[in-house]
């Protein structure tokens, strides 16, 4: 079973960047895909971004598009996620998840078609 654990949460300032990491055990992740999620207080979960495995296709939401990025890690056992220009509204707990079914540019935000979560790690931007 692959385990997923996220970190570089922490306090940020508005307009300033952070950069999270999510890495697998005991198995790499070159083979699912691989999505961020985050969840506000008294919201519901979402997708932020999507890499694909087969293609290194990406997908964004749209609040994050052109300020976050998402890639691979330097090892194939991590993948990261790039925030830049971040807001007080993209504080979140921010989660990784891994599924090795499809996605497209319709589902990749699914919840449902993640199977592997981590537990999350907080992100608070505050000015």
């Known amino acids: 079973q692959v385990q997923l654990v996220e970190s570089g949460g922490g306090l940020a300032t508005p307009g300033s960047s952070l950069r999270l990491s999510c890495a697998a055990s005991?198995?790499?992740?070159?083979?699912?895909?691989v999505a961020w999620f985050r969840q506000a207080p008294g919201k519901e979960r979402e997708g932020v971004a999507c890499l694909e495995s087969n293609n290194g296709q990406r997908y964004y939401a749209d609040s994050v598009k052109g300020r976050f990025t998402i890639s691979r890690g330097n090892d194939p056992t991590t993948v990261t996620l790039q925030m830049s220009s971040l807001a007080p509204e993209d504080t979140a707990v921010y989660y990784c998840a891994a599924t090795s079914l499809s996605t497209d540019g319709h589902t990749w935000s699914r919840r449902g078609l993640y199977a592997l979560w981590g537990k999350g790690t907080q992100v608070t931007v505050f000015s």
């Open positions: 005991p198995y790499t992740l070159n083979s699912y895909n």
